[in-house]
């Protein structure tokens, strides 16, 4: 987890510096829908290698975003879900999903 004197000054910079890249972004869409395993988040997210999965994983974990939830059962089981912080993040991916349908209806019509 990041320091107060770590994270930049702008507010803004702070959101993109902890949900900003592409994996990330679609680690915290998939678990608004509800808590997944490993290997549904890998299959639901086209492109993203276990290693980059992993690491993102423990980077949202770490920075308080997500929970990791592991039942003591053989094979263990593991459940990822957002956290109460994460959770704040709906209105910001919401307004994503607004915009990025407004923006592809814009190029359907031939607006930009």
Do not use: H
């Not at 592409?22 to 997944?36: F, V």
């Not at 308080?64 to 094979?75: T, Y």
């Not at 109460?84 to 349908?101: E, S």
């Amino acid at each position: 987890m990041l320091t107060k004197d770590e994270l930049p000054e702008c507010p803004v910079a702070t959101t993109v510096q902890l949900i900003g890249n592409k994996w990330k972004i679609l680690i915290i869409r998939n678990l608004l829908q509800s808590p997944q395993r490993f290997t549904e988040l890998k299959r639901t997210i086209p492109g993203i290698s276990q290693k980059v999965l992993t690491d993102n994983l423990r980077a949202l974990e770490e920075d308080g975003l997500i929970d990791r939830k592991v039942f003591a059962e053989v094979p263990p089981r593991v459940v990822y879900s957002l956290s109460a912080l994460g959770n704040t993040l709906r209105p910001i991916i919401d307004a994503m999903k607004v915009w990025g349908t407004d923006y592809k209806a814009m190029l359907e019509r031939n607006e930009i």
